[in-house]
């Protein structure tokens, strides 16, 4: 049987061809099988692409590209890889199977040429893991696109056989600690030409699933990349290689947007969204916390909208308007609505209830990001699918919804919490690797298991390029330690270091942003932010500053105190030193370093 190793590094893929002319691939780590060999192929309406083939030939070329994205793990990026072009024909059909492996993992996707349009019935795309690998899923419920569940802790082999969401992550070694070899299984650069996919596990493999029962693009039809995200915990946590796969930007001026945290009235009054005096009472909040924006959610009137905008635009505050998909979904309603809050004003938009994977609403996004882009309008999408690399290439793109966030938290007297603690650290591990997310977190009054100092971390464990703190004004101003720590926390990073963790037990990151705002990142000078939350009992975590460059540093530490509060210690610490901080049940704490002279 004719097989062809494919190597990088400590990674290789063997994709071999069986005397039926079936394909497969298996991915190795150094000695650990990542993926044991697994089927490939596409069932096309004009042919069959997964049986019969015949290889036809195989070239190479070397990937080195440079690129920037405003949001995300860091904003400078360097992606290596080698990529390898091997093609197969059937009659007078062709596939051709494209493989990329780079330091952060491996890669692959088809294309399929034709003399029309390209129609896919199926794609026999397939991951078969070791029953014994440790699993972290996301139930998919079936028939909508529906990323707000809670992850299930499991084995590949004891999986329920279900649908699961990306992305998926496995533990494959059995070892069971950060230096293990962990899989992280997602897709990349997807668009109007396909549909978004999902993994269906039937006892044996997690297989790829579309949503449509067909999809059709212009020859030659090029597939989303089915990524494989593979190394140790602190590799998959810092990955940036479903950026990397994205197709590059569209925007040459980039200037106009600008990252930053926002004031969200909706979570903890909800009719305020229709009051513009109490509108204006959380754009007076905002400014004097530094934000830079406030979400305007479901419920904003036209008649005072102008209004509104100009008082937000006097106190240097931008809004961002919310808007359900249906009343945006022509080039007429463009014009008719998105050109016209852009004269009012508006610094971007929320869309919401998007939820569909299918063709038609990648369609859709394609449209709606190419019409934001063209008025200069930052975007955020709730109610919908994960970002695939959009973050790159469409830089106006700030952070989506795709996770069960603090909305199903709101307060309510009596209510016992829904998330276990192991849900904030399952994200941070699993839908955050993905790209920006926006849960609105560090809700005090929230129904919670965590502990505030956990709470107030999560401003640093989950990125996002709009962080919307969901609490009221009256929250936050009873809270003073956690209000300095958020009028200061940025929402851009340039660097981001998993230093401890397990999806099931902690985890303790690191953030390097080039300045103290929570704006842009951009102000005075090198500073980090360490974030970390723990799942049970009380302990003391130790921070290594392996991470700290050279010289003395002043570290605030915001960490529990008594009766579900706050408390800030500054101590002095230097480069290569360490921090031992007790840790509270289901407890966490945020640590902020600032050089000093």
């Known amino acids: 049987m004719p097989d062809w190793t494919l190597s990088a590094g400590e990674l290789t893929a063997v994709v071999a061809l069986s005397p039926s002319g079936e394909l497969t691939l298996a991915v190795r780590r150094g000695g650990d099988e990542v993926v044991a060999p697994s089927r490939l192929g596409i069932r096309a309406a004009h042919e069959d692409l997964s049986r019969d083939l015949a290889f036809d030939g195989i070239s190479s070329r070397d990937v080195d590209e440079s690129y920037t994205t405003l949001v995300g793990k860091r904003r400078a990026h360097r992606y290596v890889a080698t990529e390898w072009t091997l093609g197969f024909t059937k009659g007078g059909h062709r596939l051709d199977l494209q493989v990329q492996i780079s330091g952060q993992g491996v890669a692959y996707r088809y294309v399929v040429p034709w003399r029309g349009p390209v129609t ?102 090029v597939t989303p990349w ?5 190394g140790d915990l602190s590799a998959i946590v810092g990955s940036d290689l479903v950026t990397s796969l994205a197709e590059p930007s569209r925007l040459d001026d980039t200037s106009w947007i600008k990252p930053g945290a926002a004031a969200w009235s909706w979570w903890s009054d909800a009719p305020s969204t229709r009051d513009l005096e ?25 008649e005072w909208m102008p209004e509104l905008l100009s008082y937000a635009a006097g106190r240097g505050v931008g809004v961002f308007l919310w808007s359900h998909w249906q009343h945006l979904d022509t080039e007429l309603e463009f014009r008719e609505k998105l050109a016209v809050w852009k004269e009012w004003g508006a610094a971007g938009v929320k869309i919401d209830f998007t939820e569909s994977d299918g063709q038609d609403r990648m369609r859709w996004f394609d449209a709606i990001l190419a019409a934001t882009a063209r008025l200069r309008m930052m975007i955020v999408f709730h109610g919908g699918t994960i970002p695939r690399g959009t973050e790159r290439t469409w830089p106006q793109f700030m952070t989506a919804e795709a996770v069960k966030g603090a909305e199903w938290i709101k307060p309510k007297p009596g209510k016992e919490p829904i998330y276990p603690p192991t849900h904030y650290l399952s994200l941070a591990f699993t839908r955050n ?10 809700t005090f009054t929230g129904v919670r298991a965590i502990s505030a100092g956990f709470e107030l971390a999560l401003a640093v464990i989950f990125e996002s390029g709009v962080q919307h703190f969901a609490d009221s004004v009256e929250s936050y101003e009873s809270r003073p330690e956690a209000q ?71 570290a605030d530490i915001y960490r529990d105190a008594p009766d579900d509060r706050i408390v800030i210690e500054t101590v002095s610490v230097t480069a290569g030193g360490k921090l031992d901080i007790p840790v509270a049940f289901n407890g966490g704490f945020t640590v902020h370093l600032r050089r000093t002279p």
């Open 278 to 302: 109490a509108q204006k009472r959380w754009v007076d909040y905002a400014a004097s916390q530094g934000w830079p924006y406030l979400l305007a959610d479901a419920g904003w009137n036209k």
């Open 433 to 442: 690797v993905q790209g920006p997310m926006d849960f609105t977190p560090c």
């Open 226 to 230: 089915r990524t494989m995200i593979i």
């Open 120 to 221: 896919v019935c199926e794609e026999v795309s397939e991951y078969v893991i070791a029953p014994t690998a440790r699993a972290v899923l996301l139930p998919y419920e079936n028939g909508r696109c529906d990323y707000e569940e809670i992850h299930r802790h499991t084995t590949a082999g004891t999986a329920e056989p279900i649908l699961y969401g990306y992305p998926s992550l496995f533990q494959v070694d059995g070892t069971f600690h950060i230096d293990g070899t962990w899989l992280l299984v997602t897709e990349s650069r997807l668009d109007g030409t396909y549909a978004g996919s999902r993994l269906r596990f039937d006892g044996d493999a997690f297989r790829l699933d579309l949503p449509d029962p067909y999809v059709t693009a212009a020859s030659p039809l």
């Open 484 to 554: 300095r720590l958020l009028a200061r926390v940025p929402t851009a990073w340039d660097d981001t270091r998993l230093l401890s963790g397990d999806p099931a037990d902690h985890i303790v990151i690191a953030r390097r942003s080039a300045g103290n705002g929570a704006g842009d990142g951009a102000g005075d000078g090198e500073e980090w932010y360490v974030g970390a939350g723990v799942s049970g009992p009380a302990r003391t975590i130790t921070v290594p500053l392996t991470f700290a460059g050279e010289g003395e540093w002043a």
